[in-house]
């Protein structure tokens, strides 16, 4: 006899949520095995799917991460092999060559009807992916990886701008657009609102997005196809500026509306909002101005740490005037604007000058008789400065301002609420870059880094739905917290990091007698577990009933 043991952990519950979104039958749909290889490319997608969710390192060496899963540990890999990097490439090219934007299309519907999802907000970001590598010949049917603005900081790697749709409810990604890595996100929302129009079948969806929407362009572009949105108005912007110049001089805004809400960063302590309703702008769409406690708190805390950091530089510059590189009024005003930096303005800093005269010899040598002379000045410089207080005062008093505007017609607290929703898809983002480890990649060439991209989407889309879910199910059961942190501590909102987690250690042992499995035993399984499964509404027999092969996917 022989056993086997093979690991299981959270893989039966993700092909569970792939199973119920038809994610394998989709794939076959989209990219169908018309060449009748060994395996389809529908089960090598979905495997890949799998892979990025769960993979400390998503897309690195498959073969190894699927040979516990599928042929168990210490055995020889002979289901795992299959999945060489070869057939890998090979079924991202053939999803690249795909309708994926059909494909995506079927899966967000199939997620909307399944999950119930509200689709009334959405909301909007994009982030720049980071790739290692030259990719010096473009693919003409692929979007560009270049140079430009890089979010990850990372200006010497070239990248692709990946945006994002997410719904309010339960942060989950409806759709992610691709851009080349130079396209500016002003240019991005008029094309991404159309096709979320299409997606949603619908016109009067709240659309959310940063300050990059705010051209007149794009906003008269969503009014005028009978569209709603919320977004940042920049501060270059004329009733911006002219606004906050009253403030700065002494005016005190009529706030009309107040939202108290607790502060997630100070336990027992209250974060206000106050918001006043403002002059119009261009296109007649009001300017909602908020007033956060929070944001001014950190807002005055960063300045003074500014301050601080400017002060040391001044003390450290002082103390080497007149030496070596700080030697002439051009040189040391220059290390003065540097030292000062965005905090300048606030310190009222002079540069004091003391000349003097000097005889001082001509020539080497001794003094004699015939020494000649010449005077010679020197310039000595001294360095004074003190915080403006009176400019500190007047910036502090648009301390915690910012100006939303909308076409909406809710009221302006509602305005403020959907649009705080904003920072979730950062929190996406982090997931995308974190957990499920896209950036920095590498990849052979443009066309499968688009694809594995899709593959990328289709995870978070997974992970969301997860998260969504646990957490709509705690609270319809008044479970306000599970002990589902390392050491057993408490989280009140799960998220798929610690799912996952949690189920490490669940596996399937068999016993085999002349290569026939005569016994099949599942171990790990304990009453926490169950409970996450419960809440996730996923059968418990999912995992009571695997068999051998239970990771292969129906494609019919």
Avoid at 299 to 307: D, I, K, S, T
Wanted: proline share 4%.
């Amino acid at each position: 006899m022989n056993t086997k043991i093979k690991s299981v952990e959270i893989l039966p519950l993700v092909k569970y949520d792939m199973d119920a979104l038809g994610l394998a039958r989709l794939f076959d749909r989209f990219v169908p095995n018309s060449n009748g290889a060994e395996i389809a490319p529908a089960q090598v997608l979905s495997l890949l799917v799998m892979n990025i969710m769960v993979s400390s390192k998503p897309l690195y060496r498959v073969e190894e991460w699927l040979h516990d899963d599928l042929d168990g540990v210490t055995e020889e890999p002979l289901e795992a092999a299959k999945y060489n990097d070869d057939r890998l490439g090979r079924s991202l090219d053939q999803l690249f060559a795909a309708d994926r934007g059909s494909l995506q299309a079927a899966l967000s519907a199939e997620a909307i009807r399944v999950h119930q999802l509200e689709t009334n907000v959405i909301h909007n970001d994009s982030t720049s992916v980071t790739f290692l590598g030259a990719y010096e010949t473009p693919d003409a049917q692929a979007v560009t990886l270049t140079h430009g603005y890089n979010k990850d900081h990372r200006p010497d790697c070239k990248q692709i701008v990946f945006g994002l749709n997410i719904t309010a409810d339960g942060d989950v990604p409806l759709s992610h657009p691709l851009y080349d890595g130079n396209q500016a996100d002003v240019t991005t929302h008029s094309p991404n609102w159309q096709h979320l129009r299409e997606l949603l079948d619908q016109e009067d969806f709240i659309y959310v997005a940063d300050s990059k929407l705010c051209s007149m362009e794009n906003l008269n572009t969503i009014a005028e196809h009978g569209g709603r949105y919320i977004t940042v108005v920049p501060r270059n912007v004329r009733e911006v500026k002219d606004f906050l110049q009253r403030v700065r001089n002494g005016e005190d805004p009529l706030w009309q509306h107040r939202h108290d809400i607790p502060d997630s960063r100070k336990r027992g302590a209250i974060q206000t909002y106050r918001i006043h309703v403002g002059e119009t702008m261009d296109n007649g769409a009001r300017i909602l101005w908020v007033h956060s406690t929070g944001k001014e708190r950190l807002e005055r805390n960063a300045r003074e740490q500014r301050l601080i950091k400017a002060e040391q530089a001044l003390e450290r510059l002082a103390s080497g005037l007149n030496q070596r590189q700080l030697k002439t009024r051009t040189q040391i005003e220059a290390a003065l604007k540097k030292a000062t930096g965005a905090v300048g303005a606030f310190l009222a800093v002079t540069l004091e000058e003391t000349r003097t005269s000097e005889r001082v010899q001509i020539g080497r040598g001794r003094p004699g008789p015939h020494t000649r002379y010449k005077e010679v000045e020197r310039v000595c410089y001294q360095l004074q400065w003190q915080r403006d207080e009176a400019e500190i005062a007047r910036a502090q008093r648009t301390d915690g301002l910012f100006p939303l505007t909308d076409n909406t017609g809710l009221d302006p607290v509602e305005v403020l609420r959907t649009y705080k929703h904003q920072p979730y898809l950062e929190k996406r983002f982090s997931t995308q870059k974190s957990v499920l480890n896209v950036a920095p990649v590498f990849l052979k060439t443009p066309s499968r880094i688009e694809a594995m991209l899709c593959l990328y989407f289709i995870a978070l889309m997974l992970v969301s739905l997860i998260e969504r879910r646990i957490r709509l199910d705690m609270k319809k059961a008044h479970i306000e917290r599970l002990p589902l942190r390392p050491g057993r501590m408490q989280t009140k909102a799960p998220t798929w990091r610690t799912i996952m987690d949690s189920f490490h250690g669940v596996h399937l042992a068999s016993i085999e007698r002349s290569g026939r499995v005569i016994q099949t035993t599942l171990k790990g399984l304990t009453a926490l577990r169950q409970q996450v499964l419960a809440l996730l509404k996923v059968p418990i027999d999912i995992y009571t009933s695997l068999r051998d092969g239970w990771w292969r996917f129906a494609l019919e």
